[in-house]
């Protein structure tokens, strides 16, 4: 006897499609169909369909047989609300993966996502104790991601620049830095780079930085395309190139993170690419350009 599984076939160009009948069809939790949901939200969301994914991953979740894999499912689903713009559901499906306290590495990546959430609610104070909390909570278990999630803090706390409050500030991100350093052995990174160069900022000044703030640059330059943490990488090089006053390198990097985003379908960082752009723009006496960038900055927040 064929089960449903079987009787429908599989071939990629039919696999998101066929992933959903299935979960239609499903009456109580099904792991493999589930298991499907996933992946098929994974693909949408690598092509920038945030809102197909979100949708996706949130059956994923409620058709989950194990409660590890129902939080990690309503995370993902999560995140991809967020890079949809869908602010309300992306927090009731935050809550719901909340729930889960069992795996130290989930909470930190919850945290994490509460952050970013905060981001996409203009909260960069909030956003930046997130993604404090989340980098402590991840280093213990995986430094690496702890440090990658400390640049996002450091883009955030440059929002507010010298308005943060405590606990969200530019020398918060540096002391934090500072207590998950590199362990021995391992390779620096283009986020080791960038924060380093902002930490010899903060306590050295623009001089003693310079230095730094120019090899960071160069290697987020030189950094691959599809690398997931480029458009975080991106964005702390245009506020690094900023800083040095360096105008042709921000309306590289502010042009080519408009791109990334554009390609990648995310809301939130198109607005800041574009905030990147409008700012270059202002120094460089472009007015049409920055009234460009401003304009559909207006817009995408209208439509959020």
Do not use: K
Not at 136 to 151: E, I, Q
């Amino acid at each position: 006897t064929l089960s449903l599984h079987d009787a429908l076939p599989i071939c990629s160009a039919s696999a998101d499609r066929r992933a959903w009948h299935l979960a239609q069809a499903s009456t109580g939790p099904d792991e493999d169909t589930a298991a499907e949901l996933e992946r098929a939200g994974d693909r949408a969301a690598r092509r920038g369909g945030w809102s197909e994914a979100a949708a996706l991953l949130h059956r994923a979740a409620a058709l989950s047989t194990g409660q590890a894999a129902r939080a990690r499912r309503m995370l993902a689903a999560a995140e991809a609300s967020t890079g949809a713009g869908a602010l309300g559901r992306a927090r009731a499906e935050l809550d719901a993966a909340a729930s889960y306290h069992d795996d130290a590495r989930q909470a930190g990546l919850t945290r994490r996502a509460a952050g970013r959430l905060h981001h996409a609610e203009r909260q960069p104070a909030e956003a930046t104790r997130d993604l404090l909390a989340a980098a402590a909570m991840l280093g213990p278990v995986d430094l690496r991601l702890a440090r990658d999630v400390l640049v996002e803090a450091a883009v955030e706390a440059q929002i507010n620049d010298q308005l943060a409050p405590a606990g969200a500030t530019q020398a918060d991100v540096a002391r934090a830095t500072q207590a998950l350093p590199l362990e021995p052995g391992m390779t620096r990174t283009v986020s080791d780079l960038l924060l380093d160069a902002d930490t010899t900022l903060l306590l050295h000044g623009l001089a003693a930085a310079r230095p730094a703030l120019r090899h960071a640059i160069d290697a987020v330059r030189q950094g691959r395309p599809d690398t997931p943490e480029m458009l975080h990488w991106l964005a702390a090089a245009c506020e690094d190139a900023t800083i040095l006053g360096d105008e042709p390198t921000l309306h590289e990097l502010s042009r080519r993170m408009e791109t990334a985003a554009r390609q990648h379908g995310t809301m939130l960082t198109l607005a800041l690419a574009l905030s990147h752009a409008g700012v270059w723009g202002l120094l460089a006496g472009d007015l049409a350009e920055t009234r460009r960038c401003f304009t559909e900055m207006t817009a995408l927040a209208q439509a959020r």
